[in-house]
């Protein structure tokens, strides 16, 4: 047995060398039109050297590390709570929620523009975890190419704009509904599969969305982008130093006070925390209906759903819209946020970080989708010296929480009906 562990760990140690050396241990390095291989630092081959030793050690003593963590009550991944009545539980998260939304209403008066706009980055991705929830999450439906629908949302406010001159108001409803109509369409071609083959159809079909985007020059400008999107108004209220669009005004002149660059982030702030508020009310209450308990039925066992009666297609298809929809919101909001957008901005790497939150929040969850998206958006942003390290810090928490807390931060808790036994 020891001389098992002993061959598993320096097989886990090389292993560890082996794909960390080359990706950290190099270096491209630009010299005019020249680029040249340049060995990593000290420090970062000391980091690597140390990474794979600790790697050695755990394998090698995994047993007994593995057995004193489980005896900590609050590292044990077995150790479940007393259950909370429903009731209860119920008037303690709406509590929280009111509390959480009341001081995101008055936060962004108090901090700094920086801070404004990274809070509205944050509230973009609670909205599309939120949307993917529902998909993975409840209706148990791995996707993969939810990016796909967000670009749908963003382009259709830009081309809107561009073309026809649409305000953000009037783009948000079609942006949204243009995106539920390709979750509908995507949602026929996998009604019959499930695991690992739907998961390789979404990601195509995220692909699909992203080269097409890139290579339609005439429509959508390709690599290029599109430019020049236009700021969320205010009853006609611009909130610009000059005035855009003939007939509007300003906002900082009709209320007699000094213009301000912090204006604009803050209303958008507090449009993108409306939006996420509503994506939470309506998801909230979309589980408690019928409809909910049919997600929950299906990712559960889908034959025993079929056989209750649920028709296995309106039940995915709905899914997949109402989540396509949501997306659909932040698509437009991030379009306006950013003034400019183009396929890089919606790459898989945006899917798996959504994807992500929902797992590391809990599948199903709200709160714990809320709370991973923060977590997950905020934390890279506080360390940035270690910005170069983002993506393996972050595999190393997943890993971390699969062994630790597999049901997530807050997992969703589930209904329970207790009977008596009868005498």
Known sequence: ??????????????????IAYPILGFNLKSEGMNL???????????????AAVIVFGFQLFREPIMGSLRSIPALAPTKKPEPMTENRRVKIESRII???????????????RGSVDLGTLVLIYIMLALGLNVVVGLAGLLDLGYVAFYAVGAYTFALLSDYLGVSFWLALPFGALLAALFGLVLGFPVLRLRGDYLAIVTLGFGEIIRILLNNWTSL??????????????????EFGRRIKEEGNVSFHETFGIAYAGEHKVIFLYLIALVLAVITALIIRRLMRMPVGRAWEALREDEIAARS??????????????????????????????????SPESFVFLES????????????????GVILA??????????????SEYRMLIFGAAMVLMMVWRPQGLMPMRRIHIELKQQE
């Open 98 to 112: 009111t509390i959480i939304v009341v001081l995101a209403v008055f936060w962004p008066f108090f901090v700094s």
């Open 36 to 50: 040249s291989l340049t060995g990593a630092d000290a420090f970062t081959l000391v980091m690597v050297f140390l």
């Open 220 to 237: 959508t400008g390709g690599p290029n982008g599109i430019g020049g999107i236009p700021e969320p108004t205010l009853f006609g209220m």
């Open 352 to 367: 798996a970080i959504v994807l992500a939150i929902v797992v590391l929040g809990g599948m199903g969850s709200q709160i």
């Open 373 to 386: 998206a923060v977590a997950v958006t905020i934390l890279p942003e506080l360390a940035r010296e270690f």
């Open 308 to 341: 209750l009666g649920l028709s296995r297609t309106a039940v995915k298809l709905s899914a997949f819209t109402i989540g396509a929809f949501f997306a659909g919101f932040a698509g437009t909001v991030f379009a306006s946020k950013q003034g400019f957008i």
């Open 1 to 18: 047995m020891a001389a098992h562990n002993l061959k598993h760990a320096l097989f886990c140690a090389f292993i560890t060398l082996l």
